[in-house]
């Protein structure tokens, strides 16, 4: 079974800095879908980010961009520039091209923006 | 495109009472998922549609869970006898057939089982 972890329950971050979330996950799976999720407070969670495991080159939108690195299935958040709307809890998700698209999350990195 | 809509927003019941939330995809989505997200934790898959069709279930759908989705549009998730353990935040999310495409999330129901 894959399962996906973050380390870092609480990071933080001044405004206008960078910071990068950290994700593993364990498979055995070659073809995949990553994710990272933003759920803000009380709010509902919207997608960050997208990567798929079969293109080598790293996902970008604006200020979020990730490190995937197939080999050590490891898959981190860099987002620059930090803003106080940032402030979140981030998840990150995995899905297996041959399933159903159910995602599988981990615990989720709460984020905290200082100004 | 008014987005996943679910009701209610919050559910307080007694322990042994039975619920049920509602869940209203984007209107062309024919995928629909659940999910369960308890506190501190990321949210964890219970059961997913494709039109009307249950297609999966978790291992975490007890037999007191029951999910539909009549003719592929809304869909309702009941659970019966409630018990401590169920308080959570249950999300549904849609999404377009075919893995590739992004499920977009509701803002969940918050159930508080007393």
């Known amino acids: 079974a894959q399962t996906v972890t973050q380390s870092q329950p609480e990071m933080s971050v001044q405004e206008a800095e960078t910071v990068t979330l950290s994700c593993t996950y364990d498979?055995?799976?070659?073809?995949?879908?990553l994710f990272w999720y933003k759920q803000p407070p009380s709010r509902q969670m919207i997608l960050v980010i997208r990567?798929?495991?079969?293109?080598?080159q790293n996902a970008t939108e604006n200020r979020f961009s990730v490190n995937f690195q197939k080999a050590a299935k490891s898959f981190s958040l860099k987002i620059s520039d930090s803003q106080l709307g940032d402030a979140a809890m981030y998840f990150c998700?995995?899905?297996?091209?041959?399933?159903?698209?159910?995602?599988?999350f981990g615990k989720g990195t709460k984020l905290s923006v200082k100004p | 495109d008014t987005g996943v809509s679910q009701d209610p927003r919050h559910k307080i019941t007694k322990r042994g009472q039975n619920v049920t939330f509602r869940c209203d995809p984007i209107?062309?989505?024919?995928?629909l998922y659940w999910y369960r997200q308890t506190l501190g934790q990321g949210p964890e898959f219970l059961t997913y549609?494709?039109?009307?069709?249950?297609?999966?279930k978790s291992r975490l759908l007890s037999d007191r869970f029951s999910a539909e989705r009549p003719k592929g549009s809304f869909s309702t998730l009941e659970i019966q006898r409630t018990e401590q353990g169920d308080s959570a935040m249950y999300l549904c999310?849609?999404?377009?057939?075919?893995?590739?495409?992004?499920?977009?999330f509701g803002p969940g129901t918050r159930l508080t089982v007393t």
């Open positions: 999310a849609s999404s377009l057939g075919g893995t590739y495409y992004e499920q977009y």
């Open positions: 498979t055995s799976e070659s073809d995949y879908y």
């Open positions: 990567q798929e495991a079969y293109k080598q």
């Open positions: 998700a995995y899905r297996s091209r041959g399933s159903q698209g159910n995602l599988i």
């Open positions: 209107s062309e989505h024919n995928r």
């Open positions: 549609f494709q039109n009307e069709a249950q297609l999966e």
